[in-house]
């Protein structure tokens, strides 16, 4: 309890971090909720009927792609770096910071989609799409604002509230870097008991689903 | 650990590989780019734990515990994998059960003396389910016999009956098991339906009760609507006879007009070998310049016209996309289940016509031409002429026909094994007995591209016969390892000293195709007939069933089935069940206390062989014959130094 009122506030007077979208990898099934309700959340009518019909479409800013076995995904977004390299290469300052949230955003009417920020961005989250409105270019950098408005509503991120596996949690970011810390210790702990029953993060059934995955793909090697 | 190229290995054919590769070139798309891009696919789905069954959801169950583990109404992971299960059962039972019906259809129009191009091939057949049911033959027209037999299979679909006919096939000990866990088949559509109604919102929430009403829907499907469509398929077309005929792509001929029939039914197929055969049409043939016509099979379809007329056999499920892409293919003629929508697509960048025959399965880009058994010979001309006009729009720069066809034996009905065998099953239990056959395994099922197609089906046969342990096979099994050239009686040399002396003193191979997936009925009815003459129960005899690369609905009431008949099955690909870890223990550990059998999830074929083996001999065990123990079976070292499997 202590250590978070740390993390959060120092005297002089900024956070040290904020709440962050955290990616517990080993809980992603795949179902693509998230990218779902991201691009409904950023659609211009909010709704899921209506928004299926609008041209340009509207698109996720967070992306699942399949691991190598089946069974195997990983959900990516923004991670809102600071300091952020799209931000640090934008020639013309279409990437900047919130200061308030200290989200990286993106001003669509100033982007010339020359591709410099995807090009140096660690997670490769930066996709180019048209932009509504007829604003030019017609193609912008497109990328996850940290659902800044729901956010300012008090509400948690789409793709969090999508996500009923416990991939993606919302929260200040060493809260959530502690939860998982608990976790391992416990497991660690139990199995150095070899109580693991106990400690288990993920139930049975579900390791044997991936191992499946993985096993199914692992066989390719065995045709010649 | 992975071994090279992964990616690249998504067939054991040598024909698939050649016609992928042009895919690749030609940047067409097939079944595995479709995959591709499928993936991640939905692990809620695939978990089982999704449903969308009312209008107060789609809800699913957090499969990790933290989130919702109810849905609307409150059912739990362990309900909603259930119904999931029950309904596809119902929808493989329905797809089986309702083939079933055309065929009885078909079979009533004939005894009507409505139909064309039909008659009664296998009068001895016919007499013998008259008689099954008590119906009288003596001194009665034929026709009359079989209107009455008609009358009494169409019973079979209704609700007014305490048990189905075929019933009485099965040994009495599983009858009466049957019967005090209440999943004796009553009715083919009855049990679909009641599985529908069970599992809507607000009735059955007893996960073991929907469990035990799916065994009996898979039931009714296996002595039931699959058992009707072999049956009244023998009577009609023939019981097949072994015979030898060919296999793969290399079945297509350059300077022929292909016709491929694919499907699952063969009453049109059926009339079509005889309409290519018409001497109007074969000079039509020669006029646009083909030496000849030639027809071959995909799918079950194929299967059928395979085991009994010897029609070359193009390949199975996950061939029909490339089957076109030979550039040699005048027309695909599509009857339904297991055909690809893709067909059509894949057809437009070739001169491919694609042909649906059925009212209930239309293809959007093909020529439709409805079928009925009244016109069927007319009707199967008429399909045949378009194929040879089609002839002329082929581009001979195009035609790419990958392979030599392979020589592969078919014809495997159980009237024929017990006919190899001398008339009796008696030397085939006597085999067993001495241990020189360990015991027997049904290896069936489809195509899945997530299994590389054929390996799962042809290592596991390998590894079975290889250790003395008899293989019969159905569907894209069967076509898996006639590719492979484990059908012929030369492949006797590829099995261990114990089943090759038998195979060579009988003249037939290691592995029997026994037919389409219908004819997984003919697996029921010799494992019946073995366990009847031996007076146990057929859970007591050292049998398996494996389905190594399944896709379809179909399988799942396979599965069910078979495991509730008393036969240890082995799923090569995961059904979505593992969301509720109680029906995970339930079907893959508690169901043996309750029926005899259970089922068992493992990809790897390797595995899947020392899990069959080690379980025949368990059986081997408890029947107090020669037996091997556990410890003793394993995976070769081969494999594992090859890499294949993890060590």
């Known amino acids: 309890m202590c250590a978070t009122r740390f993390s959060q506030t120092r005297s002089f007077g900024f956070r040290e971090t904020t709440e962050t979208v955290f990616i517990n990898v080993e809980r992603c099934i795949g179902c693509l909720q998230c990218q779902f309700a991201c691009a409904i959340e950023h659609s211009r009518s909010h709704d899921a009927a209506a928004a299926v019909l609008e041209d340009p479409p509207p698109r996720t800013r967070i992306h699942v ?85 729901r956010v300012g509503r008090g509400q948690i991120p789409a793709c969090v509230e ?38 288990q993060t993920v139930p049975v059934p579900i390791d044997g689903w991936r191992q499946w995955g993985a096993e199914a793909k692992q066989i390719t090697g065995g045709v010649r | 650990m992975m071994t090279a190229n992964s990616d690249g290995n998504y067939s054991l054919a040598k024909d698939a590989r050649e016609i992928i590769a042009r895919a690749r070139e030609e940047n067409i798309t097939t079944v595995w780019d479709r995959l591709r891009a499928q993936e991640p696919q939905c692990g809620y789905c695939s978990l089982g734990v999704s449903c969308r069954n009312c209008a107060m959801g789609p809800c699913r169950i957090d499969p990790f515990g933290e989130g919702p583990q109810q849905g609307v109404c409150g059912a739990d992971a362990d309900i909603i994998v259930a119904r999931n299960l029950g309904r596809t059962i119902a929808a493989g039972a329905s797809a089986h059960s309702d083939h079933g019906r055309d065929i009885l259809e078909a079979f009533h129009a004939l005894a009507d003396g409505r139909s064309c191009g039909y008659r009664i091939t296998d009068e001895e057949k016919l007499k013998a389910l008259a008689r099954e049911r008590g119906i009288a033959i003596d001194g009665r027209p034929l026709n009359e016999v079989a209107r009455e037999l008609a009358q009494a299979m169409f019973e079979e679909f209704g609700t007014r009956k305490e048990s189905l006919d075929f019933v009485t096939r099965v040994p009495g000990k599983r009858r009466e098991l049957w019967q005090k866990l209440g999943i004796t088949p009553r009715g083919i559509d009855r049990e679909n339906v009641e599985m529908l109604h069970r599992t809507t919102m607000g009735v059955d929430n007893d996960y073991i009760n929907i469990l035990l009403h799916g065994l009996r829907t898979g039931l009714a499907d296996g002595w039931g609507g699959s058992m009707i469509a072999t049956e009244l398929s023998d009577v009609m077309f023939g019981t097949p006879k072994p015979l030898l005929a060919s296999v793969n792509l290399g079945t297509l001929k350059a300077d022929h007009v292909n016709i491929a029939l694919h499907g699952h039914n063969p009453m049109l197929s059926d009339v079509i070998v005889q309409a290519a055969q018409d001497p109007e049409l074969l000079n039509l043939a020669k006029d646009k310049g083909a030496a000849g016509i030639n027809l071959v099979g995909l799918c079950c379809t194929g299967n059928e016209l395979l085991m009994r007329r010897g029609i070359p056999m193009a390949g199975n499920h996950l061939m029909q996309e490339l089957a076109i892409m030979t550039g040699a293919l005048e027309a695909m003629v599509v009857d339904y ?39 069927g010979l007319e009707i199967g001309k008429e399909i045949v002429r378009r194929g040879v006009e089609a002839f002329a729009n082929r581009n001979p720069q195009r035609v790419r026909i990958p392979a030599k066809p392979v020589p592969m034996m078919a014809g495997f009905s159980v009237e024929a094994i017990l006919a190899a065998l001398g008339g009796t099953p008696a030397p085939l239990i006597e085999a067993i007995k001495q241990g020189t056959i360990r015991g027997a395994v049904g290896v069936v099922g489809c195509n899945n591209p997530k299994i590389p197609q054929d390996y799962g089906h042809v290592r596991l046969t390998q590894r079975l016969i290889e250790n003395d342990i008899l293989v019969v096979v159905t569907g894209c099994a069967a076509v898996a390892n006639g590719k492979a050239g484990q059908m012929v009686p030369e492949a006797a040399n590829m099995a261990g000293p114990g089943l090759r002396s038998v195979c060579k003193a009988l003249g037939i191979p290691p592995v029997l195709h026994m037919g389409s997936c219908v004819d997984n009925s003919r697996i029921l009815v010799l494992a019946a007939a073995l366990a009847n003459s031996l007076g146990v129960d057929i859970d007591q005899l050292p049998l398996a069933g494996a389905a190594p690369e399944w896709y379809s609905e179909k399988a799942v009431s396979i599965g069910a089935y078979v495991v509730a008949s008393g036969i240890y099955t082995v799923l090569g690909v995961q059904p979505p069940i593992f969301g509720s870890r109680k029906v995970v223990e339930l079907l893959a550990g508690g169901l043996e206390d309750v029926v005899g059998a259970k089922f068992a999830v493992e990809a790897n074929p390797e595995k899947v062989a020392v899990l069959i083996r080690r379980h025949i001999e368990a059986k081997r065990k408890a029947l107090g014959l020669p037996h091997l123990s556990p410890e003793a079976i394993r995976v070769p070292a081969e494999a594992v130094l090859a890499g294949e499997i993890a060590a």
């Open chain 1, 162 to 199: 999508a996500c009923k596996a416990g991939a993606l949690v919302y929260g200040e970011l060493n809260n959530l870097v502690k939860q998982g810390r608990l976790r391992e210790t416990r497991a660690v702990l139990a199995a150095s008991a070899e109580a693991e029953a106990e400690a």
């Open chain 2, 337 to 375: 289940q297991c055909i690809m929508p893709s067909v059509t697509e894949i057809a437009k960048c070739f001169h491919t016509q694609v042909i649906s025959t059925f009212d209930k399965a239309k293809f959007p880009g093909a020529i439709h031409i409805t079928f009925v058994p009244e016109r």
């Open chain 1, 65 to 149: 792609e399949a691991g190598y076995a089946f069974n195997s995904s990983f959900p990516n977004r923004c991670h809102h770096c600071k300091p952020a390299p799209c931000q640090q290469v934008c020639p013309t300052a279409a990437i900047f910071r919130d200061i308030e949230k200290e989200l990286v955003l993106v001003e669509p009417r100033k982007c010339i989609a020359c591709a410099m920020c995807a090009m140096v961005c660690p997670f490769d989250v930066i996709s180019f799409h048209s932009i509504p409105g007829g604003v030019q270019p017609r193609v912008a950098a497109v990328k996850c604002d940290g659902c800044i408005e």
